[in-house]
């Protein structure tokens, strides 16, 4: 259920998570070029693989061979651990990006519900977290009328209101 302080939360994290998201997909982008490419360097040693050299050097009960480590690797499906261990980030990245790109749909969407000085002053305000001075100096300088702090917070009171509705925040009595 939402609640206000949850859609508040959501709209102050805004910036931070969708310059974060924005780098996941970088970062999985190249965590997927990397394990390809680690694939390919894997099967390109399994396709040299060769008869393993006798040296008469003495071996212990371990197999050190490194033929024979591969192929045992192979035969059981064992991923590197170098491969595994780009999948266990590249899957973490996933995750951290799913849920970073899941506030900035919710706030995007909100801000649907809104007009367009509405959306302006939140995004100063709420999001980018201004102060008033610098807002007021700015909107007379994007819309051409000057306004006071009183009939902006009027504003946004009025433009919270919709997005908490679009929300779905029901208000608590009592």
Known sequence: ???????????????EDKARAAHLRVEIEQLQADIVEAEK?????VDNLGAQVITGMPRGTATSDPTSQTAIRLA?????????EMQTELSECRNEMRERERTVFYVDTWLMALTEREK???????????FWRTIMDDY??????????????????????KIYAAAGVREQTG
């Open 41 to 45: 360097v894997l099967s390109a040693n």
């Open 76 to 84: 059981m499906d064992i991923v590197p651990p170098e491969i595994k």
């Open 120 to 130: 302006w002053l939140v995004m100063k305000q709420v999001i980018s977290g201004e």
């Open 1 to 15: 259920m939402w609640t206000k302080e949850r859609v508040d939360k959501f709209l102050s994290h805004y910036l």
């Open 140 to 161: 007379a300088i994007a819309y051409q009328v000057r306004i006071s702090q009183d009939t902006l917070s009027r504003i946004k009171a009025k433009a919270m209101q």
